[in-house]
């Protein structure tokens, strides 16, 4: 089993920053991917950004050049860095992770809001 806890959320106006990070525990072996998914009101989930294997990091078109993701190992801990917000990066972002292939994992979530 593994456990994702989520912090750093909040209320920021447009052109403001934040930094999430998401803590993960247990068996945190044979890591997939781990990264970032967003879900604003009345839409889908929807992929923000994440490490695959082989440190291959990819980015939702929408938050290229704006956010990025790093992680600490020795924390155990992912970060996204969010920079320039606006407006429609308001939503509940998600840890995720994927290990041995097979076995998913999310987080609680945490509220972004982006105020115009």
């Known amino acids: 089993q593994v456990q994702l806890v989520e912090s750093g959320g909040g209320l920021v106006q447009a052109g403001g920053s934040l930094r999430l990070s998401c803590a993960a525990s247990?068996?945190?072996?044979?890591?997939?991917?781990w990264g970032w998914y967003r879900e604003a009101p009345g839409k889908q989930r929807e992929l923000v950004a994440v490490?695959?294997?082989?440190?291959?990091?990819v980015y939702a078109d929408s938050v290229r050049g704006r956010f990025t993701i790093s992680r600490d190992n020795a924390k155990s801990t992912m970060y996204l860095q969010m920079n320039s917000l606006k407006f429609e990066d308001t939503g509940v972002y998600y840890c995720?992770?994927?290990?041995?292939?097979?076995?998913?994992?999310w987080g609680q979530g945490t509220q972004v809001t982006v105020s115009s």
């Open positions: 995720h992770m994927i290990v041995l292939a097979r076995n998913e994992y």
């Open positions: 490490e695959n294997t082989g440190n291959r990091i």
């Open positions: 247990g068996r945190t072996f044979s890591i997939n991917s």
